[in-house]
């Protein structure tokens, strides 16, 4: 079976790599927005989506004009995976409106961050440096070993408001289940009478909880009438006393009369 793990390192780019990340952030999310903005007007016009190919196709086009040209400057495949996560973010939307519709990226609100993928060994790792198109070699702090079966996968570099960089490490590998002989084994079996029956003939009963509840609540619902009776009584003899203290008074003077004086 096949999983995916990932990792997060720190990394120091140079000064002219972080030029170069700074291109990068803000060619995605002007792609981004721009790509946005053309499906919302599309789908207010004819009622009909932009796709993922014609959106592509359209950038395609775009970079070979002398308006957009710098965005030949940014990593091509990061560019492509800002149009799928906003295709991604419009089927979410459809398929579940709670997850709210689409917003566009700002430079103040957002996290600067674009991802890009490893396709014929453009990504590699090794030796305390982290290789990714159009940077290069980049410093990264490596506190963690990496298995050598593990396949690099893609790669997710952010910038905090602080000015850390960060590079987010998703590799793939196998996952195969350890095989152990077994010692013992249990079977169970539905039963309609118990909870189950088990191959060693135990058959545990059920909690009944339901049941017990229901008797403890019949319990307590016919001592309630008693209760009742019992409190009016009480607050009768209270009244009866409260008007007794008020046409004779009871200070420290007040004599006490006992069953002996009698």
């Not at 990792?7 to 002219?16: G, M, S, T």
């Not at 002398?66 to 091509?76: I, Q």
């Not at 893609?154 to 077994?182: M, N």
């Not at 046409?247 to 004086?261: A, G, H, L, V």
Request: proline share 4%; net charge positive; glycine share 4%.
């Amino acid at each position: 079976m096949v999983a995916n793990r990932a990792y997060k390192f720190r990394i120091y780019p140079n000064d002219e790599q972080k030029i170069l990340f700074a291109k990068t952030f803000g060619c995605v999310r002007m792609v981004y927005n721009h790509w946005l903005d053309r499906k919302i007007r599309q789908y207010e016009e004819n009622k009909t989506n932009v796709t993922y190919t014609i959106c592509a196709k359209e950038m395609a086009a775009m970079k070979k004009t002398e308006e957009y040209g710098f965005l030949k400057e940014a990593d091509s495949i990061a560019l492509q995976q800002s149009l799928r996560h906003l295709d991604t973010a419009f089927q979410n939307f459809f398929k579940q409106p709670k997850t709210g519709f689409p917003r566009f990226k700002l430079k103040k609100r957002n996290k600067n961050s674009y991802s890009t993928i490893c396709i014929n060994g453009n990504i590699t790792l090794s030796n305390g440096y982290l290789r990714l198109p159009k940077i290069g070699q980049v410093r990264l702090k490596q506190h963690r070993i990496i298995p050598g079966e593990y396949r690099l996968k893609s790669v997710t570099v952010s910038q905090t408001p602080s000015g850390k960089y960060h590079a987010s490490i998703l590799f793939e590998y196998e996952d195969q289940v350890q095989e152990r002989e077994l010692q013992k084994f249990l079977g169970l079996d539905f039963s309609m009478h118990e909870l189950y029956r088990d191959s060693n003939g135990k058959e545990p009963a059920y909690p009944r909880y339901y049941r017990n509840a229901e008797k403890k609540l019949a319990r307590e619902q016919r001592k309630l009438p008693k209760c009742r009776k019992v409190q009016t009584i009480a607050i009768s003899r209270g009244l009866k006393w409260q008007n007794f203290t008020k046409r004779f008074p009871i200070n420290e003077k007040t004599s006490c009369i006992s069953s002996q004086d009698r």
